[in-house]
């Protein structure tokens, strides 16, 4: 069941609103529609992404090796060179 909610748009917003919605052949309402649930999809996806990155970070804390970042990329670019390189040494973090 849809529920009603009013917004007060500024009238620069509302003009905008209703010139994007003519060019796609959509209501406003319609393009409103669709924009408020690209946001709440791109906010909950941000959400999602954090939280993993949290987790994995107490993984690493709890458990895991690390490696820096630069001894990595030092040792890639010595491979892609054809020169000799060791595996950079797991600290932990």
């Known amino acids: 069941m849809a529920a009603t909610t009013t917004l007060k748009l500024p009238e620069e917003l509302k003009a905008r609103i209703a010139s994007a919605a003519q060019a796609s052949g959509k209501t ?3 393009l409103m529609i669709d924009a408020l649930s ?3 999809t791109l906010f909950e996806r ?5 939280a ?3 987790k994995a970070e107490q993984e690493v804390a709890d458990c895991g090796l690390v490696y820096e970042a630069d001894e990595v990329f030092d040792y890639l670019q010595r491979k892609l060179d054809g020169k000799k390189a060791r595996w950079p040494k797991a600290r932990k973090l």
């Not at 941000?46 to 954090?50: E, L, V």
């Open 28 to 30: 406003s309402h319609a």
């Open 46 to 50: 941000r959400q999602d992404f954090i």
């Open 38 to 40: 690209t946001q709440m």
């Open 52 to 54: 993993s990155a949290m």
